[in-house]
């Protein structure tokens, strides 16, 4: 892809994956991009950088524009991999650079390089950076998602670079999200941001929420917010950080996830007359296969949802490993603002529901209890049951809902 000028010699520079499916264990049906930005100023300065299989990319689209050995200045605002494996090549290019990166940021980079006579200037919030005509002021964001990282405020342009929040992973021809949505629906672009949020950010809601309230009593002024993953938010960059501050306070739809697994089918059974019982009452309701769907994609829809059921067997009186794993992982992205309940069959010994709440109670989510199992396949009289869980289900989800 070539180089795209964002806003007035701001260039980005980056490179696009069309073929990633798996990003650190979160599918990515659409692939991704990693975003950098050139800016061609007295001084000229790099912000970021791109993962190591990209380097080549990411060094013609800078040689196009400039001599690689003419930069000045190396921004670094987060050290994950995909973002700054990339460093050391652009070091090598331009071994006179100085490189503006968080203190923890550069102890990250020297576990992963060699960085003998690197030239690290560490910054905090509010320190500043002038290349020109362009005063770039570094804003810390630790935790957001990593200790080190930070993002870049660039007075004069109205621009924030963001590193990974705001971002999405779509591989596009399209820089730009009204570009994106020429193409394709507001709806579409969505679901990428909530994708994004559900598997990454989620854990830090709350870190979010005091991040985007620093950024507004600083009063930056902000017109396009430039993430290092997906497109650049130049129409709606103010709609994207109230969509962020809605999902930071769990905003969610009027909704119930059925998530569950199946070892002959009998818990899959009990998930027709669930499914019913809530459609009945009024209230939205998808049903997701944990062996049918990847990981990323039932943690996307059960944070969608204000209410969750999840379905297991029961093997060795425990819960059924694809559950406890999407358990397991759905406990480490630390949900709120969700109500749960527990369904599954057993044959000679029971456990699964059991497993299931407890792993709610480690979550401290909202319960409705005790839940629902079967002995076998399940009867007539057991599918009613089921049927009456889920209104009762769908009607304790009406009201937990009207909290928020």
Known sequence: MKTVEIKPDIHWVGAVDWAVRDFHGYVTPKGTTYNNYLILDDEVTLVDTVKYDFKRVTVENIMSLVDPSKIKNIVINHIEPDHGSGLARIVALAPDATIYITSKGQKGMERHFDTTGWNFKNVKTGDTLKTGKYTLTFLETPMLHWPDSMMTYIEKAKLLISQDAFGQHLATTERFDDEYMERASHAELDHAVLEYY?????????????????????????????????????????????????????????????????????????????????????????????????????????????????????????????????????????PKNRIMGAFGSYGWGGGAVRDAYEEFKKMKLEMVEPGIQVLYKPSNEDEEKCYDFGREFAKKVVEYHKKF
């Open 198 to 334: 559900a598997n990454i950010l989620m854990p830090f809601g709350a870190l979010i929420k005091s991040k985007i309230a620093e950024v507004q009593k600083l009063g930056l002024d902000i017109d396009m917010i430039a993430p290092d993953h997906g497109i650049i938010w130049r129409k709606e960059a103010g709609n994207i950080i109230e969509k962020y501050l809605d999902l930071a306070t769990g905003k969610a739809e009027l909704g119930v996830s059925i998530i569950y697994d199946t070892m002959w089918q009998s818990t899959e059974l009990m998930t027709l007359p669930l499914m019913q019982g809530i459609k009945d009452e009024g209230v939205h309701c998808k049903v997701i296969k944990l062996r049918a769907t990847p990981m990323s994609g039932a943690i996307t829809d059960f944070w969608k949802y204000r209410g969750c059921l999840i379905g297991s067997p029961t093997l060795n009186n425990i819960l059924y490993p694809s559950v406890a794993e999407y358990l397991t992982h759905l406990r480490g992205l630390r």
